[in-house]
């Protein structure tokens, strides 16, 4: 159930960033790159683990890394850290146990992180020039 609610919700906040115009701003999918990133320290942080949250925080930096070197230099990497992010929440329990983080989180936010990617990359096939600053 979670992967259906992932990608609903996926459907609904691309379809609103469209509709709204967020999305007509380059910072939008690499914002959205840091939240999710930051998401699983605010787990360590409920569950009141240190270990969890200097791991967690290591693997955010990085993804955060990812989205700024994509917001300045060309947004397909953000089309690609996405879902990369995505792909992590799928194997993140093999190298860091976070306590605070819900059962179902990871295959809520994997699937919501692909459908993200995949309508970046759609977007950017679309706008070829919004990929890259003037």
């Not at 979670?2 to 690499?30: H, N, Q």
């Not at 942080?45 to 270990?51: I, L, V």
């Not at 459908?115 to 600053?133: N, Q, S």
Request: proline residues 6%; contains cysteine; hydrophobic residues 60%.
């Amino acid at each position: 159930m979670e992967y259906l609610i992932g990608v609903v919700l996926g459907v609904v906040v691309c379809a609103f960033a469209s509709l709204s115009g967020f999305d007509r701003e380059r910072v939008f999918y690499p914002t959205v790159l840091v939240v999710v990133a930051a998401y699983y320290i605010l787990f360590a942080a409920m569950a009141g683990s240190t270990q969890a949250l200097t791991l967690e925080s290591v693997a955010a930096c990085a993804f955060i890394a990812l989205a700024v070197a994509g917001f300045r230099k060309n947004l397909w990497l953000v089309a690609a850290a996405i879902p990369g992010h995505g792909l992590f929440d799928f194997v993140h329990h093999m190298f860091i146990d976070n306590p605070g983080m819900p059962p179902w989180w990871p295959g809520f936010c994997g699937s919501i992180d692909v459908f993200f990617g995949i309508f970046l990359a759609v977007l950017l096939t679309k706008r070829p020039g919004f990929a890259r600053l003037p």
